[in-house]
């Protein structure tokens, strides 16, 4: 390889080393299907990354967030991060957005171990959506425990049937524990019908 020939591979290939490391991987990752390219391709998409960052808000700080919300925003953006820096940081300022007047996510410390779990797990397709939809879903699931009478306590029953009672009602516990609980009182009224039940 002749001085020159080396000389193109360095104007083609830009130096990215005056940015920081998230935006350089995202950069980075947004050109891999042209590294297979060859030099001047992956070089061309970098150029184009650079380019675009011109003018460009970059990726907001989210250091000001809970941990909680924080994460869900990263992961309702996750798919933005193949797409560079920009995309990815549009995404986030999308999100920072949405939750300007949003009440957010609510504290479920208050309920028992059960219900918090079974609220979570009913919201779970939502976390992908970001900490608006989340916590939109979890007030959902709050309004809904109102004046409904919760999960009934199984610890009355023996082992087996308290198994079969929790194992019959299982594709209810992703509905919250609301469903979850109505369920669980159908399989005990259904108990009393047994022959040999009081």
Do not use: F, H, W
Request: glycine share 12%.
């Amino acid at each position: 390889m002749n001085a020159q020939t080396k000389q193109d591979l360095l104007i083609s290939i830009p130096n990215l080393s005056g940015y920081d490391s998230e935006t350089r991987v995202l950069m980075e990752r947004a050109c891999v299907s042209e590294r297979g390219n060859g030099p001047v391709a992956y070089g061309a998409c970098l150029n184009r990354q650079i380019a675009s960052l011109q003018g460009a808000p970059g990726i907001p700080n989210l250091s000001g967030y809970d941990s909680e919300t924080r994460l869900l925003m990263e992961r309702a953006c996750v798919s933005e991060r193949g797409n560079g820096p920009v995309a990815y940081g549009a995404c986030l300022s999308r999100q920072i957005a949405s939750l300007q007047g949003a009440p957010g996510i609510p504290n479920l410390s208050g309920y028992d171990n059960e219900t918090r779990l079974l609220m979570e797990r009913a919201c779970i397709s939502e976390r992908g959506n970001g900490p608006v939809a989340y916590g939109a879903c979890l007030n959902r699931q709050i309004a809904s425990l109102q004046g409904a009478t919760g999960i009934p306590n199984l610890s009355g029953y023996d082992n087996e049937t308290r198994l079969l009672v929790e194992r019959a009602c299982i594709s209810e516990r992703g509905n919250g524990p609301v469903a979850y609980g109505a369920c669980l009182r159908r399989q005990i009224d259904s108990l009393s019908t047994l022959p040999g039940s009081q």
